[in-house]
């Protein structure tokens, strides 16, 4: 997150253009990474109950094989990419932004395949409760991106200035460094030496395939369902111009970064849970679920703090455009509004994944972001509700489909909590 977040000060300081096609660009990118990628989060929970009940022989024999999957899902990521360009000529973006999300787009997907791979991997680990080196390998990547940023997008040390496309190659540069990164501790660190992870070739067989797919798909397309709201949002407030686009990607960028320390926890929630019931112990998974959703709370209300009282001091530290700082500061009091149901939303969501419920929560995403967040917000920009909202109308549709999905969250882990226990007796 830190990355995207040097990627939009660094752009956003060399000019406004840039900053709107860093906007388009990542509103297009986020949502097709994670609903291909996304379906490798599956990894967590597979691994993670296989870790609980100490089989490390098929935590190998399924990573090795899921290895294969993950190269596939990268290959057709780098190709959709590649190809992106005839979809920005029925978009309502100037030509200037479009061509340089165009270009910033082909940049980013050199490094697609590397990304994927190293996505695995860091699921692999975090299954096996293997938290920190992954925490050390995306650090050194974030620090390693700052200077590359700066360098390609300012032109600097010889190097041509190449404004929003130096950040997608600086990511491309990033992932490859975190993958060579990552299987080197592996075939290194004594912390993997049981799992045997390269100690020999796995070929995908076809109960992995449709176990991963099948466990995996309703993860990677939820995921994308709420990217796609985000990213509906930006390419709907981008009709209102960019001055408002920049705006809203700062205030984007503000809430996302604040929304790590939840999604933290919630990630964490998936792999506990998931030992848990590897180990068969119902009763402390229910327990860490309740608890991690209590935290996850008491974060949210801090958060929402902050960003309230200190929303235009955030807004300044991305950009020095006036305009653009006010608009975003106003933007920010929503972002503080949904703090609360969003970090619940989360952990409930992660306790699910640890129960390998994926499925319904995908419906539930669909339901609360695409059919209430989405239309609501974008009837309420254009005042087809009411008088025009601008962008605060698309803001208070995602505040209300991110309360909806909250509390159906909420009732469907107490269902799933309540069918585990009933089965376990």
């Not at 930006?234 to 984007?252: E, F, N, P, Q, R």
């Not at 929303?311 to 933007?331: E, P, Q």
């Not at 539930?364 to 695409?370: A, T």
């Not at 509700?385 to 549709?397: E, N, R, S, T, Y």
Request: hydrophobic residues 55%; positive net charge.
């Amino acid at each position: 997150m830190l990355m995207g977040v040097t990627d939009t000060i660094v752009a956003g300081r060399a000019n406004t253009t840039d900053l709107a096609a860093l906007a388009v660009g990542n509103a297009i990118y986020s949502p097709l990474w994670f609903a291909l990628s996304g379906i490798l989060f599956a990894v967590t929970p597979i691994v993670a109950q296989l870790y609980g009940a100490r089989d490390f022989y098929e935590i190998g024999n399924k990573i090795r094989q899921i290895l294969w999957l993950s190269c596939g899902i990268g290959v057709l990521l780098m190709i959709i990419l590649l190809n992106i360009g005839p979809i920005f000529q029925i978009m309502p973006i100037e030509s200037e932004v479009s061509n340089i999300t165009i270009n910033y787009l082909k940049a980013i997907s050199i490094g697609a395949l590397s990304m994927s791979i190293f996505t695995c991997l860091r699921c692999f680990s975090e299954g096996m409760t293997l938290t920190m080196p992954v925490f050390f390998i995306a650090f050194s990547g974030m620090l390693l991106n700052i200077p590359l940023d700066i360098i390609l997008v300012n032109g600097l040390y010889g190097f041509p200035k190449l404004g929003g496309v130096g950040c997608g190659i600086a990511t491309s540069i990033v992932s490859l460094f975190m993958t060579i990164s990552m299987i080197t501790l592996i075939i290194f660190s004594k912390h993997y030496k049981k799992v045997k992870l390269f100690n020999k070739f796995t070929f995908t067989t076809a109960k992995t395939f449709f176990e991963f797919f099948k466990l995996g798909t309703p993860i990677g397309f939820g995921i994308f369902i709420e990217l796609s709201m985000f990213s509906g949002a930006a390419i709907i407030i981008s009709a209102l111009g960019k001055d408002i686009l920049a705006s809203h990607t700062v205030a984007i960028n503000i809430t996302s970064l604040f929304f790590m320390l939840p999604l933290a926890f919630g990630l964490a929630t998936a792999t506990r849970v998931g030992n848990l019931i590897g180990e068969k112990d119902l009763s402390q998974a229910k327990f860490s679920s309740k608890a991690s959703m209590l935290l996850c709370s008491i974060i949210a209300l801090l958060t929402t703090f902050v960003i309230f009282n200190f929303r235009n001091d955030l807004v300044a530290l991305f950009t020095t455009d006036a305009v653009v700082i006010s608009l975003g500061a106003s933007l920010l009091i929503f972002a503080a509004i949904f703090q609360l149901p969003d970090a619940v939303q989360i952990s409930a969501v992660g306790s699910l994944r640890g129960f390998k419920d994926t499925f319904a929560p995908m419906i539930l995403i669909l339901i609360s972001y695409w059919i209430i967040a989405l239309p609501l917000g974008y009837a309420m920009t254009f005042g087809l509700i009411g008088d025009p909202q601008g962008a605060q109308g698309m803001w208070i549709g995602m505040i209300i489909g991110l309360s909806v999905f909250c509390l159906l969250g909420i009732l469907r882990l107490n269902y799933v909590i309540k069918k585990y226990l009933i089965s376990a007796v």
